[in-house]
């Protein structure tokens, strides 16, 4: 079974400040990977998809990458702004036959002005 | 293009009471898949259809059902509901299964007392 770990459950920040989201996951039979941000109260908003046989993608301010081998991704977020306050997700969709999204529980990051 | 959207939005039943929520997924996209969000659980995959058909499933007793017309709305339904059904039940769409980003709507809070 799939399991996916996210470091740290909550982090608080400065304005400005770069920052790391990390998400582990067990098998690294994976068949993508993708980061979503959701706000209080509302569904998930896509941010990032890395295929398997891809190590990053870019968007904007945002960098994620992917280390299959060591069951590893990271969500990069540069020049971090109070409206990036959100709870971040990572999601691993398997190889196998099922397309489901294992999800981690996710990383609520908290931006101060 | 409009995006995933869900009804209703909130929902207040009683325990042992039926319910049905109802997702149109983006235009185009063929493959929808539900999941359940709970504080403590997380979000949970429950199932996903594509052309009509079930093609994954999720832990969850039978009272969860679900169901995708020629047009790939979907409904799902849960029946003889329980105090601990209460949740987000967020629904996504994607092209088809298992390919590219899963895009997902605001969800329906269902309150069960």
Redesign the interface.
């Known amino acids: 079974k799939q399991e996916v770990t996210q470091i740290p459950a909550a982090l608080s920040v400065p304005e400005g400040e770069n920052l790391v989201l990390n998400c582990s996951f067990t098998d690294s039979a994976i068949y993508n990977l993708q980061w979503f941000r959701q706000d209080p109260g509302k569904g998930l908003t896509s941010l990032l998809l890395i295929q398997s046989s891809q190590r990053e993608q870019t968007s904007g301010r945002l960098n994620a990458s992917l280390d299959k081998s060591s069951g590893r991704s990271t969500l990069y977020i540069a020049a971090s702004q109070p409206g990036d306050s959100a709870t971040y997700l990572c999601a691993v969709r398997r190889s196998n036959s099922g397309y489901a999204l294992n999800f981690g529980k996710g990383t609520s990051l908290l931006v101060t002005p | 293009k409009a995006g ?1 959207t869900q009804t209703p939005r909130y929902l207040i039943k009683t325990r042992g009471q039926q319910v049905t929520l109802s997702c149109s997924p983006i235009s185009g996209h063929r493959s929808v ?1 539900w ?1 359940q969000q709970t504080p403590g659980q ?4 429950l199932f ?1 259809y594509f052309s009509e058909t079930q ?2 499933k ?1 832990n969850f007793p039978g009272r969860f059902s679900g169901r995708q017309f020629s047009n790939s709305r979907s409904e799902m339904n849960v029946s003889t509901l329980e105090l601990g059904d209460s949740a ?1 039940y ?1 629904c ?1 769409s994607s092209l088809m ?2 390919q ?8 329906t ?1 269902l309150t069960v007392t």
């Open positions: 995933v898949s999941y997380g979000l949970q995959f996903e093609r994954n999720g987000l967020l996504a299964p298992g590219g980003e899963q895009y997902f709507g605001p969800g809070r």
